[in-house]
């Protein structure tokens, strides 16, 4: 994954530029009538409290009913069984043609006061009329919270309560369980029919990579965003998702000259060849230039994987359940399967 907040300029500038517990411990903490979580409470209509990983304990007098989080992180939510208390969400929400993003997952935008829906905007008006009960998104490096501007986060922090969730140099699976466990903390039913049918999907994918890799062998990934003036080679050590993808047996070309933050490292396209790659996890977010965009760049054109045309889209902000991430692996199952040795 890439990018965060002011005091970590190395990821923010992508942006501006263009488990340790299984799910069948968190069904049996959280599937009964309270939790014996240490993290949270179960909904059952008293005090509400979890702990987050700022090892800050939220306790309000009842469940949260009015929710505003980051829009990949109402996604999250909402693929565990949270829909209707979330009411507000910042971050991208809609696309140009009015069309829900991408990361928006299964939530219903129209449903939802956007807040703001690019990086820096959150309606700090929109929000108080909101009367939330909570805030909730990623926390990418200690003490950011992801898409909620430094300028204005004291303000909208005195407003209503908030839970940060780990979202870096941690493997995937590891966000994913702590969203389930707050989703289980304000009402989701894990055990229910979706749930158990997601983290089925999501095992078989995992499955899938490690027997595509087993199968093709050697092939070598970078994962990479694509901006104007530079090509950003992404860090497996630090970013969730490919610290995960790497624990399943996958090849990913660790940059050896790291930005401040060490996410990634910037390449200038004069030197967009420096790490050979079979196969290009390509970030396809809309602040990302597409291969379309980047067809013009001689060094791009040239590079082994985009000559094969191994290139496969990358969510370089992965929807943290297991609905949002089992498609992730089944991608990359899929491209590792297909490529071939380039070098």
């Not at 991408?102 to 108080?128: C, H, I, M, R």
């Not at 610290?243 to 990913?252: D, H, T």
């Amino acid at each position: 994954m890439l990018n965060a907040r002011t005091a970590n300029l190395s990821r923010r500038g992508l942006l501006t530029a263009g488990g340790a517990i299984t799910l069948g411990v968190l069904l049996g903490a959280c599937g009964k009538g309270e939790s014996d979580s240490t993290s949270g409470k179960k909904a059952d209509g008293g005090p509400w409290s979890f702990t987050d990983d700022r090892n800050e304990s939220v306790r309000t007098d009842a469940t949260p009913k009015s929710i505003v989080a980051f829009t990949g992180t109402a996604a999250a939510l909402v693929d565990f069984g949270v829909d209707k208390q979330i009411v507000g969400v910042f971050g991208e929400t809609l696309l140009p043609s009015g069309e829900a993003d991408p990361q928006a997952g299964n939530l219903d935008v129209t449903g939802v006061e956007v807040l703001g829906n690019v990086w820096g905007e959150f309606s700090l008006d929109k929000y108080a009329a909101l009367n939330p009960d909570l805030l909730v998104t990623h926390m990418y490096d200690p003490g950011a919270l992801w898409y909620v501007p430094d300028e204005s986060k004291d303000k909208i922090l005195q407003l209503a309560p908030s839970v940060a969730i780990t979202t870096a140099r941690v493997p995937m699976t590891k966000p994913i369980e702590r969203y389930a466990e707050l989703a289980a903390s304000l009402g989701a039913d894990l055990k229910s029919q979706a749930n158990t049918a997601a983290k089925e999907r999501f095992d078989a994918a995992a499955e899938a990579v490690r027997a595509a890799v087993a199968a093709n062998p050697g092939i070598k990934v970078l994962a990479a965003s694509g901006s104007a003036d530079v090509l950003y080679a992404s860090n497996p050590q630090v970013n969730t998702d490919l610290m995960y993808f790497a624990e399943l047996g996958v090849e990913i070309v660790r940059p050896d000259k790291l930005d401040a933050g060490d996410y990634y490292e910037s390449l200038s396209w004069e030197n967009a060849d420096k790490y050979p790659a079979d196969l290009i996890l390509l970030d396809r977010r809309g602040v990302a230039l597409q291969p379309a965009d980047l067809a013009a760049k001689p060094t791009w054109a040239q590079l082994p994987a985009v000559k094969a045309g191994q290139i496969t889209g990358w969510d370089s902000v992965p929807r943290f359940s297991y609905a949002g991430a089992a498609p992730l692996l089944e991608s990359l199952a899929g491209a590792i399967r297909d490529a071939r040795k380039l070098a």
